[in-house]
Each structure stands twice: as C-alpha cells, then as structure tokens.
C-alpha cells in the first residue's frame, strides 16, 4: 500500500522514479556533498531531512568518511524510504575508511517532534522537503531550530528545472514542451494551495534563511548534465520525466498538445520519444546556506512554533 504524506503524495510508489534520479544526478550530489562537508571539522554530524532514495546521503556520508568520519542521520516520514535510504547508505560506505555512524529517524519534517528526534548537526540538508510544507517559513525555522552552534543549513530548493527535449518534436505544434511547463508550474501552485493551511512564502530561500535567524547567508547551484546520445538509464529518465510532466500539467493543454503527449509515451508510435537519438537530460538545482552564529543561541527554538 502506498503512504501518502500531508501533500498528498504517495512517495513509496515514486521509489524506482527516485533511485533513478539519484543514479543520474550521482555526479552533481557527489561534489555537492564534497563542498559542504569539507566546511566541517572531523566527526561532524549531519542530518539528512527527506533523504529519499538516498541518493544523496550516501554522497554525504562518503564525504564524511574522506574528511575523517563522523555521524549521518537520515531522516524521512515514508518507512519504506527509509529503509531504501538506509540499505543505499550502508552500501556505499562497504568499503574502507574512516567510520560514519549511520542512525535513522522516522520523522517529519512539519512536525515540532523533529527537533528531539535528533541531535544537534552541524550541516542539515534538505532537498526539495520545505515546499511540501504547510508553512514553508516555519519549516525553515524548524530546520535551523536543529543546527549546533557554527552549523550550516543547506535548503537545496530552485534552480532553473529540467530540459530534456528538442523545441520541435515533429508532432503537434512547436513549443510543447514549454506550454508544458508552464502548467506543471500551474499545477505545482495549485498544489501548494490545495495543502490545508497553505502559507505561502513571498520571499526568496535567502531571505527565508536570513528570516530564520541565519548569517553568512549565500547560494550555489549545481548541474546535471547528460547530453545526447544518452544511456539507457538516461533514456528511461526522460520518459519518465514526460509522463511526469504530462500528468500534472496536461489538464491545462489544448487537445491538440494532449494528443501529441499520447503519442510521444505510446512505445507503439513512431514518434515515442524513447526512440528518439537526440535525448537529452540538463538541470540545474540551487543550494541555498545559512549559518547558526558559533557563539549565538539557537537561530529558532522548533518548540516555539
């Protein structure tokens, strides 16, 4: 049975979606985790909030065990995520090396729990966890509410999102793949909206970590970058990606673009685009940084709240 979180999403059937994003993007989390944890000392703990797949806790953990080991804390409300997460971990870090202490947490990131789940970290990451949330601010308080003195707050949430297709697909009219996104951007609105007691958040990440109680506030951001031809696995993302797309924003499409979406995911036509040589995978993600000052009390009490 699926588990549905309080957006409405049933992560565990989306788990093989996942794992695939976390095999392509391995690259681009790998040197993200290398910058981050190489700003902590030795023995440092970092807590990944919505790990996943675990994709990118391995990458963190493996970054730990290069800077001298430490403590990682996955943490996800889907159990079955979890336990993916974990046997992810645990595989990447078979080889030798310093010791990474691998602990998991049941736990949400929406509730005020959270912060005596955990222990105190000096990096919390998260990515694309805050806008499922009801009130996205009070999650970034809750979040930096969880960072150890001189710790650093890591909210991985924009950037300039996924192309994957050329302009013209030779089927319906140019630009479909833009009328696309413009209503999965839709779609994505009317989701947050749909979230009882939605907030919204009419600031930047940024702000929202200055907003927080944050210093040293600044941003990143990483590619993923697989140009034609692809692989197989590749080439499977991509499809996925489409009918992705096509689920959440085709309601708002002419019919003539409906029925070219049918014909692009139908592997009997001519025209699916898994038979395409000219795929693609391009996306960039943006990491946003706060940091708990050394000294200061805590950026936000998640009590308080």
Not at 34 to 43: A, E, I, N, Q, Y
Not at 100 to 108: E, F, R
Not at 149 to 162: K, N, Q, S, V, Y
Request: hydrophobic share 45%; glycine share 12%.
């Amino acid at each position: 049975m699926g588990v549905h979180t309080h957006d409405d999403f049933d992560w565990t059937a989306r788990l093989a979606d996942l794992r695939r994003r976390d095999a392509i993007a391995a690259q681009a989390y790998r040197s993200t985790a290398d910058r981050l944890v190489t700003m902590l000392k030795p023995g440092a703990t970092v807590i990944d909030i919505g790990s996943g797949a675990g994709g990118m806790a391995a990458q963190l953990g493996l970054a730990l065990r290069a800077n001298g080991g430490g403590r990682l804390v996955l943490v996800d409300a889907v159990e079955e995520l979890l336990d993916a997460a974990t046997d992810h971990v645990h595989a990447a870090l078979s080889g030798p090396g310093a010791t990474v202490k691998v602990d998991t947490v049941l736990g949400d990131a929406a509730s005020d729990e959270l912060g005596t789940q955990v222990p105190a970290a000096e990096l919390v990451w998260a990515a694309a966890v805050v806008h499922h949330l009801r009130d996205q601010q009070q999650g970034v308080n809750r979040l930096a509410g969880l960072l150890a003195p001189g710790g650093w707050l890591a909210l991985a949430e924009g950037g300039l999102g996924t192309q994957c297709l050329p302009w013209d697909l030779g089927v319906g009219e140019p630009g479909l793949i833009d009328r696309l996104t413009a209503g999965a951007k839709a779609w994505f609105a009317q989701m947050r909206a749909d979230i009882p007691g939605s907030v919204r958040l009419p600031v930047g990440w940024t702000r929202s970590l200055v907003d927080a109680g944050l210093t040293g506030v600044t941003s990143f951001s990483y590619l993923i970058d697989h140009p034609a031809p692809v692989s197989d696995e590749v080439r499977a993302a991509v499809v996925k990606w489409l009918a992705f797309m096509a689920e959440v924003g085709a309601d708002r499409l002419a019919e003539d673009d409906r029925t070219a979406l049918a014909r692009l995911l139908d592997p009997a036509d001519p025209a699916f685009v898994g038979a395409r040589d000219d795929l693609f995978y391009l996306a960039s993600g943006t990491v946003n940084l706060g940091r708990r000052e050394p000294g200061g009390p805590a950026a936000h009490s998640p009590a308080s709240h």
